[in-house]
């Protein structure tokens, strides 16, 4: 079953130099209880994609097309329906940890305010002491040190990581059937993000939760994901099994991705690099967008735009696996 | 003195670096009352030495001290305390400007260090204001084409017009223009996008090779590191904890934290466990005592808590530790 169903999903900003679409004809399925990772690199419009889903953009962003939340469909829901789905439905996690907890509310008090909306949801009482219980499992299922100190904190006392942290011990308190985490460990160090990746998983893991984890890092997306997502200016590009894509990527920007990663010393190899960089919306190149970088391109590549072919149980949007005629 | 690492010639050398800032401003009234004062030992008696036209790299996590280290090291900020030789001189304030004509600082966002109204060329030129206009323009020029940039297609734009990866090949260009020994490359590429960085890294090797720079690299991607340096230092919570020859340290790393962040790096390996160490890095006010990873060390014992361990050289070459698992005589302590 798919929690998450996308079909056609366009995203368009108004800006001062007209509209421009950050997400363009976007198909995706979200299969309950799994990791998606969707990778791209600034501009791709991946952030933009958890925006659209639990309906947060900015009031120049417009979406059309179809999301559905299991059956419902989210891109027509009143906005009072949609309050009601996100926390305890879809539950996101934003990139930017300092700007997601109240700056005036101790962590106790946001804890509670979180398990009361999900109590009142389900025509509960709230009570104090035992959703203080919880509030306090839960901070110490994220690997919180000290739960009881933490609890009358304000987020200004607790560093990147441990905020980080509490946002997500709020996201299971809310116990979401979608969790979406919008680079969720790019604030972080190394050795916290680590912590963090294994707590995700694990908790994905019990609760069954399906997870879209946004990230601009290959590696750090294929630690956390059963299925990973490519994003290059708008356009899906690859979707398959993290297995495949990492270890035989099809499309050639995978590919370039994956072999520019950094490994070994300078002093054995030159990193592989692909040349110019991401196109700006205001400017796209006609036919495959990725095709001015491409080491492989050809004629057809510069005219027309290339559509998503299953390969292997894999979509790919490339003419290199695209057999049929050309128009 | 000897070196503790290479054999090679070197260029900077700081000895017992200690940088302390105060933390919290006191008022009249505070200092009347003697009110004992308290510092962030943000840098605390660090050595390191920076061989000639190599590339020496500087590892940590976030309020590591790298990057305080590194700006002590170019002299951008004075420390609390320490010495530091540059091509064997003393650096005092006599001999301060004629050192930083040979150092130059590429800043982690291009973003931030680069003014959006200033044009390329007068960002290009500006550090060569002693020059005459034609002499600048040939040199920046020169610089601009050295980093892989068509000269007339942006000497006129302005630095908000290009794209973060061109932006630090701005700085980069700027940074090489007035022909210094020493680069202290601060993040370069974690502002960047991934197919962006290796670009860039590329680039940075390049220049190296062409130029002769000696780099100082700071980064907390141990794994860019890795590809980049041919020398490195591993930062933990203002100290040393690990240094020597970059391919020693990667093949063989002696100091747990070392090891930690190796393990805890994602590759791009599916299915691969990734072995998180419980823990964050202690505050730097009040650091615990002895070793300041052992409230975090699965290895940790008695003397771990109570005396700090020294910077020793281990397998008697270049690699260095500074771990009390090392150290020869520990079980008659």
Same mark, same amino acid.
């Given at each position: 079953m798919n929690a998450i169903t996308i079909r056609d999903l366009s995203v368009f900003y108004r800006t001062p130099f007209g509209m421009v679409k950050v997400l363009d004809g976007l198909d995706a399925d979200f299969e309950e209880g799994r990791t998606v990772g969707v990778v791209g690199e600034s501009g791709s419009g991946k952030s933009t994609l958890g925006f659209a889903i639990t309906r947060l953009l900015p009031p120049a962003g417009s979406a059309k097309g179809s999301i559905r939340f299991y059956d419902t469909e989210l891109l027509s829901l009143p906005q009072k329906r949609m309050r009601e789905i996100r926390g305890t439905g879809i539950f996101m996690v934003m990139q930017d940890p300092f700007s997601s907890l109240n700056p005036v509310k101790r962590v106790r008090d946001q804890l509670i305010e979180a398990l009361q909306v999900k109590y009142e949801r389900r025509g509960e009482d709230l009570d104090v002491p035992r959703a203080e219980k919880e509030a306090l499992k839960r901070l110490s299922d994220v690997k919180l040190p000290d739960p009881d100190l933490m609890m009358l904190k304000y987020p200004h006392q607790l560093s990147g990581g441990q905020i980080q942290r509490v946002v997500i011990a709020m996201g299971l308190l809310l116990e979401p059937r979608v969790m979406i985490a919008d680079e969720p460990t790019s604030a972080l160090d190394v050795s916290i993000q680590a912590q963090v990746i294994a707590l995700m998983k694990e908790l994905q893991q019990n609760y069954g939760m399906t997870l879209i984890f946004v990230t601009h890092d290959l590696a750090v997306a294929s630690a956390v994901s059963d299925r990973i997502l490519i994003l290059y200016a708008g356009k899906m590009l690859e979707f398959g099994d993290v297995e495949g894509v990492i270890k035989?990527?099809?499309h050639p920007y995978t590919q370039g991705l994956l072999k520019s990663f950094p490994a070994g010393s300078y002093k054995d190899h030159e990193l592989y690099s692909l040349k110019g960089m991401p196109p700006s919306f205001f400017d796209l190149p006609p036919g495959c967008r990725f095709s001015p970088r491409?080491?492989?391109?050809?004629?057809?590549c510069t005219k027309e735009e290339p559509r998503l072919v299953q390969v292997n149980g894999r979509l790919v949007r490339c003419f290199l696996y695209d057999k049929s005629a050309e128009q | 003195m000897t070196s503790l690492l290479s054999s090679e010639e070197n260029l900077v050398k700081a000895e017992d670096i200690k940088k302390y800032f105060l933390a919290e401003k006191s008022g009249l009234l505070e200092r009347l009352a003697h009110k004992r004062m308290s510092y962030i030992k943000a840098v605390d008696g660090v050595s390191v030495e920076i061989p000639k036209n190599r590339t020496t790299a500087l590892v940590g996590e976030s309020g590591s001290g790298k990057t305080t280290l590194g700006r002590i090291l170019v002299t951008l900020e004075t420390p609390s305390s320490g010495k530091i030789y540059y091509g064997g001189l003393l650096v005092d304030e006599k001999n301060l400007k004629e050192v930083r004509k040979r150092m130059q600082i590429v800043f982690q966002n291009p973003f931030e260090s680069?003014?959006?109204?200033?044009s390329i060329r007068e960002i290009v030129e500006e550090p060569l204001f002693k020059l005459s206009a034609d002499e600048k323009q040939s040199r920046a020029k020169a610089a601009l084409e050295a980093v892989g940039l068509n000269y007339n297609d942006v000497?006129?734009?302005? #630095?908000? $017009?290009?794209s973060g990866g061109q932006r630090q090949r701005v700085a980069i260009a700027r940074a090489i223009a007035p022909n210094p020994e020493f680069i202290l490359l601060d993040e370069?590429?974690? #502002?960047? $996008?991934a197919s962006v960085q290796s670009q860039v890294l590329n680039l940075l090797v390049e220049l190296k090779k062409k130029y002769n720079y000696t780099y100082l690299f700071i980064t907390h991607n141990i794994l860019v590191a890795r590809y980049i340096s041919d020398w490195i230092y591993v930062m933990y919570a203002g100290k040393i904890v690990e240094a020597g020859n970059t391919e020693e340290v990667f093949e063989k790393p002696l100091h747990p934290y070392t090891k930690l962040l190796l393990r805890s790096v994602p590759r791009l390996e599916p299915g691969a466990k990734l072995e998180p160490m419980e823990g964050e890095a202690p505050s730097l006010l009040n650091p615990p005592p002895g070793c300041r990873f052992s409230p975090r060390c699965p290895y940790a014992f008695d003397r771990c808590t109570k005396e700090e361990p020294r910077l020793v050289q281990v397998s008697g070459g270049a690699h260095a530790v500074a771990c009390h698992l090392y150290d020869p005589n520990r079980r008659w302590k």
């Open positions: 035989e990527p099809l491409c080491p492989y391109v050809f004629d057809r | 680069l003014d959006p109204r200033m000497y006129y734009r302005k #630095a908000r $017009d290009l370069p590429t974690s #502002a960047l $996008d």
